[in-house]
T-cell receptor
């Protein structure tokens, strides 16, 4: 089972800021939080990653509260091309190998309207 | 940009055929993954490898098998394809920064259709 929970879908209009929140109540001490974007018929693409507080890059910001049980991806001024599925991901330790593996949840389907 | 390649991009094949989906990366990553994704659905982890000669099954049971003889190569094989295997197969490798801190790079996927 995925270790994360997100809203299934969101709609927004062009030019608006979009915030997508992800719950990860059982996040482990070592876990980073990573967000990916996926367009139809393509593999997911890395957007942003963080461990705590706030991280910003050229496409998004990531807000992580002190307890790290949730995170919020913020997309400033979205455009039609931001219509995609957004996945929040934390690691899961394999029972036999003891190494990290990554289980995707349902993701959030963002639709940007003109 | 990630240097991870999957071939073929599309494959249409008849029931009972043996198929191998190829995945290669040139980044020297030790960890690699195979995910299966149906249209409009989430990705399901079916296999992963944390190094040469080390493979693990993922959370979704799959009739496919994998091998990891070389770091850069992680092929997936179906001995006898069935229509239920029709899906998109995505390969990924990860850059390991620290425990719990990895960045996944995905290939473009193979869309498999079994008739």
């Amino acid at each position: 089972l995925a270790k994360t929970t997100q809203p299934i879908s969101m709609d927004s209009y062009e030019g608006q800021e979009v915030n997508i929140t992800c719950s990860h109540n059982n996040i482990a001490t070592n876990d980073y939080i990573t967000w990916y974007q996926q367009f139809p018929s393509q593999g997911p693409r890395f957007i942003i990653q963080g461990y705590k507080t706030k991280v910003t890059n050229e496409v998004a910001s990531l807000f992580i509260p002190a307890d790290r049980k949730s995170s919020t991806l913020s997309l400033p001024r979205v455009s039609l091309s931001d219509t995609a599925v957004y996945y929040c991901l934390v690691g899961d330790i394999g029972a036999t190998s003891g190494t990290y593996k990554y289980i995707f949840g349902t993701g959030t389907r963002l639709k940007v309207l003109a | 940009e990630a240097d991870i390649y999957q071939t073929p991009r599309y494959l249409v094949i008849g029931t009972g055929k043996k198929i191998t989906l190829e995945c290669s990366q040139t980044m020297g990553h030790d960890k690699m993954y195979w995910y299966q994704q149906d249209p409009g659905m989430e990705l399901h982890l079916i296999h992963y490898s944390y190094g040469v000669n080390s493979t693990e099954k993922g959370d979704l049971s799959s009739e496919s098998t994998v091998s990891r003889i070389r770091t850069e190569h992680f092929p997936l094989t179906l001995e006898s394809a069935r229509p239920s295997h029709t899906s998109q197969y995505l390969c990924a490798s990860s850059e390991l920064r620290d425990a719990g801190n990895e960045k996944l790079f995905f290939g473009s996927g193979t869309q498999l259709s079994v008739l």
